[in-house]
């Protein structure tokens, strides 16, 4: 017996699938690449910068090779949960949106607040003093756990509308 899956289903898997992928990437930055460049601010920044400055061929650019390509399928995706999951059950609906407003929250949030603000900081906080390049290193790595988190339960309340 073949399986016939509508629209909704397939976005919704996707949108799981594409979160996860964010999420394991954006956990592996937060763990792994973060404490790089945010131990000790600003001089741990001033270092990194340089350090990319002198040594390009080591730089760590996951900005320009994937997040610049996978936020914004999230967002669509999110998008694209929302808008199919128009005629399904209010249960079931519940957590679609719930799972998409995030998930779009933390794409907002990051073009609008993290981006802009990684720039500069990728750029050993050019244009700042030391004092306030330790605050924003400290906000960012502060905030930057609070989207994980919104992240991971965007995921989990995507995986909850998968079980209709």
Not at 37 to 51: C, E, F, G, I, K
Not at 91 to 116: C, D, G, N, Q
Request: charged share 10%.
């Amino acid at each position: 017996m073949r399986q016939r899956f509508s629209i909704a289903e397939i976005c919704l898997w996707l949108f799981v699938i594409v979160l996860g992928i964010e999420i394991g990437a954006g956990l592996y930055e937060t763990l792994v690449v973060l404490p790089l460049w945010t131990l000790a601010p600003p001089d741990s920044v001033v270092a990194y910068h340089q350090h990319n400055i002198s040594y390009p061929q080591f730089a760590l650019n996951a900005g320009g090779r994937f997040w610049m390509f996978c936020t914004p399928l999230t967002g669509l995706m999110s998008i694209a949960v929302l808008l199919s999951g128009f005629r399904t059950t209010t249960e079931h609906r519940k957590w679609r949106i719930t799972a998409a407003v995030l998930a779009l929250v933390v794409v907002i949030s990051t073009f609008a607040w993290f981006v802009p603000n990684i720039i500069i900081l990728g750029r050993g906080g050019a244009g700042l003093n030391g004092e306030q390049i330790a605050s924003l290193t400290n906000w960012w790595v502060r905030l930057n756990w609070v989207r994980v988190v919104f992240y991971l339960t965007a995921w989990l309340a995507g995986l909850r509308a998968m079980r209709k």
